[in-house]
């Protein structure tokens, strides 16, 4: 069954909780009060649909794809998430917690990023928000993401490279953890998914789960299928919350098996990982034998974190959510298709998501699918560009 909530303790079934610090135990104490308070507040629902409306370009586009429907031989629809301002979902959740951070008089902002994708969002939320903005970084990151590094300057951030572990993102959000211990009285720590201590999943699920509900509106009948990819899980959970449970709603989440689920170099944190405590929350995650986490591996900057959020652990547990899994190369094959039969440009992330409706195609004939295009691929043509040669 669906939770409304979490437990008193944080937890979806045994998943969830908050694994932190002492001194940051009364920050999340304060933040789950503000949020509930907030999320009652007809003042604070109404500034944040305002900005949704007019500064994200929501209701975003449900877009019939005609051609790869024929194609496929199901009917195909879109969820254009790559139509929201700054190119993908993540502004749904930036704009909402920057709004937060000011009712709760706080003027500095931290974000961790992988590829750049949540920095540039938080970025762009505190520079409409009047906040001051830090994004910690991974070195390796900031090398092969220069351009979106440079975006989050010119919105005014400061990007701050960390160098320890593999100089990844979750190295960047072990580093920003580490600051909001030392400035939690001034800051508010923007985490950029359905991850991390309570209440973090419960309010990103929260602030994402508009996708759902306007897709309900935007259907005179559910869908047979919803796909969306999973990294941490937050565009997912966007599109999936609101119809969980509901029968013959089929709900698939697709992580990325890199060069392949034997190779061992992934990201498919449920379906190849295990329970464990990974940035404040038991989840599935990719460790070793002796508890250490794993790096994850994909082609897609987004789907490349080593765990997934609590409530996609339970849903998994629950047989709520099916969790499947595409490659890189399926991937990229993925991103040509759509470029050619639609010309939409998907982003790598959502490219996997399209790779298991096309591997699938034939157990999925006839029907409604929803495919959640959570960004646009401009971000990787560069990549695409370099695979192709
Ligand atoms: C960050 C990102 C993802 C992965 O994050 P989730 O929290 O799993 O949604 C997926 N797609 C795009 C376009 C992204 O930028």
Redesign the pocket.
Request: glycine content about 28%; overall charge negative; cysteine-free.
């Given at each position: 069954m669906r939770l409304e909530r979490p437990d008193q303790r944080g937890r979806f079934g045994e998943f969830g909780g908050a694994f932190a610090p002492e001194t940051l135990m009364p920050a999340l104490e304060a933040l789950e009060i503000e949020f509930t308070n907030a999320w009652r507040d007809d003042s604070f629902r109404g500034e944040l649909d305002g900005l949704l409306a007019t500064y994200v370009g929501r209701p975003t586009p449900l877009y019939h794809a005609d051609r790869l429907s024929k194609q496929l031989g199901i009917n195909l629809l879109l969820k254009r998430?790559?139509l929201a301002h700054t190119?993908?979902?993540?502004i749904n959740n930036t704009l909402a917690q920057g709004l937060l951070t000011k009712r709760m008089g706080k003027k500095r902002v931290i974000a961790e990023t992988?590829?750049g994708?949540?920095g540039v969002a938080t970025a762009t939320a505190c520079a409409l928000l009047e906040l001051e903005c830090v994004v910690y970084m991974g070195e390796k990151d900031i090398e092969r993401q220069a351009l979106n590094v440079y975006r989050m300057k010119l919105l005014g951030a400061t990007v701050v490279p960390v160098t320890s572990g593999a100089g990844t993102l979750k190295d960047a959000v072990s580093a920003a953890l580490r600051d909001w211990v030392a400035s939690v009285a001034t800051t508010h720590y923007i985490i950029?998914?359905?991850?991390g201590p309570h209440p973090f999943p419960w309010m990103v699920r929260e602030f994402q789960k508009v996708i759902g509900e306007e897709l309900k509106e935007q259907m005179d009948a559910p869908p047979d299928v919803i796909v969306?990819?999973?990294?941490?899980?937050?565009?997912?959970?966007?599109v999936f919350y609101p119809f969980v449970g509901m029968d013959g709603v089929d709900l698939v989440g697709v992580e990325a098996a890199g060069l392949g689920i034997a190779s061992g170099l992934h990201g498919a944190s449920i379906g190849e990982g295990s329970p464990g405590v990974l940035h404040g929350s038991m989840t599935y995650m990719l460790q070793d034998e002796f508890g250490q986490v794993l790096e994850a591996h994909s082609i897609?900057?987004?789907?490349d974190?080593p765990g997934v959020?609590p409530e996609h652990a339970y849903f998994n547990d629950a047989g709520l959510v099916r969790y499947v899994n595409a490659t890189d190369a399926q991937a990229v094959e993925a991103f040509h298709l759509l470029a050619r039969s639609e010309g939409i440009l998907p982003?790598l992330?959502?490219a996997h998501a399209l790779a298991w409706i096309v591997q699938e195609a034939s157990q999925l004939s006839g029907r409604t699918v929803v495919l959640n295009l959570?960004?646009?691929g401009d971000k990787d043509v560069q990549q695409v560009a370099r695979l192709d040669g």
């Open positions: 998430e790559d190119g993908a979902h993540k992988g590829a994708q949540h950029g998914s359905v991850v969306a990819p999973v990294g941490g899980g937050s565009n997912a959970m966007g897609s900057a987004g789907l974190y959020g982003a992330e959502s959570s960004g646009r």
